[in-house]
């Protein structure tokens, strides 16, 4: 019997809700509240008739505190659920802790605005220090850990797959597969097709800051950094096909190089077409990918937010998109004295993702993991207190819900690797 407050009701947000209403055992009661409450009354109203979990909406700007804590007050949640953008991340923290609930979301923090001079200070510093430049890092949100620790309180970071399922994979190889681990890979394509010459799969604002900033990777013990989309491979996923892909940052990397320290190399590599990148190039180089804010007869406007309102809404692509997703992780080490490699990944079907809660798999993939991790945090499986990501907690209870509730491992111990 748990109280779960839901905050963001947008692509990833409609596929937990869902998953948690197939869990009505556990998530006795949720509240899904955002900054538009039609969209959290139009899902209630759908899901009510199917479900035996109580849903209640609300409205609520998380980017105001004392709005999210009035609401937790109210509500009395056990577990706050971020499922809004990680733009709000910190407020939420603060909330959660202000009134000692748990937290988790599916990506770290970065903020809205990267010209603010206060944010812009630190972020120069740690590029420096660190050596990569991406706008998110988790420094942010690990600064919470002792104030979580004091309060009896656990925060969840980044569970969707990708943060999220790709280090449950990372800490099942540690666990079972290997003595030593020397490389992880992690590759995420997308092999769906939703018909539109350029659209995101989820925010465009959050997916195209991704995707135009430099790449970077782990080796030996610090970061290395390149220019976007500079280094490209093509692999061959099981049910998709070949795929040019990308080495591009990604956050779970800097989680794993501090939790995997003797690992020597950590890469992603996330799966572009030619039409995307075409036009995220053309895109960028007009401006349109700009966060800082222009003057347009009057009004101030944000480049990027502009483009967002007129890109689809990905939540939008689902009854379009076919093809599948092939997301997992490839590892090289040493077992029982001998070399050994080992790939554990998930196929999803846009399609099938479709059928069952009218979403495509990139929702489904980060959705379906929210709630998974919600679920070990609410059933006493991961009790851990303080700032956490996925890696440092069992991975076993989590991949068997991951099983059940539609995204089963598959494994391959003699994998294609990566150059
Ligand atoms: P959407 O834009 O579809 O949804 C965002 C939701 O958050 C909307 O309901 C929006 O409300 C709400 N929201 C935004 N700002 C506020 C605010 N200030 N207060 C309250 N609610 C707010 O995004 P997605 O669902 O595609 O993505 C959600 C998150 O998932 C992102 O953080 C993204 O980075 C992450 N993600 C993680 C992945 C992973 O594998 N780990 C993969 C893909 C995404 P409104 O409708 O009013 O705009």
Redesign the pocket.
Known sequence: MSRVLI???????AVAIQKCCQASDVFTDICI????KS?CDELAEKLAPKTKTNITTAQ????KPEEVVALIKEYKPDLVMN??????DLTIMDACLECGVNYM???NYEPEDIEDPEWREIYEKRCKEEGFSAYFDYSWQWAYNEKFKEAGLTALL?S?????VTQAYCAYAAKHEFDTIDTIDILDCNGGDHGYPFATN??PE?NLREVSAPGSYWENGRWVEIEPMSVKREYDFDEVGKKDMYLLHHEEIESLAKNYPNVKRIRFFMTFGQSYLTHMKCLENVGMLSTTPIMYEGREIVPIQFLKALLP???SLGPRTVGKTNIGCTFTGIKDGKPKTYYIYNVCDHQECYREVGSQA??Y??GV?AMCGALMLLTGKWTEKGVHTVEEFDPDPFLDALDRYGLPRRENRSPELVD
Do not use: E
């Not at 609520?60 to 980017?63: E, K, Q, S, Y």
């Not at 499922?83 to 709000?88: D, K, R, T, V, W």
């Open positions: 905050i963001g009701c947008g692509g990833v947000g509240a955002s900054r538009t969209k609520v700007d998380a980017d499922m809004a953008l990680p733009y709000q979301d599916t990506a980044g969707g797959f990708d943060p999220g989820f925010n959050i809404d990905p939540a990139i929702s993939t980060t993991p």
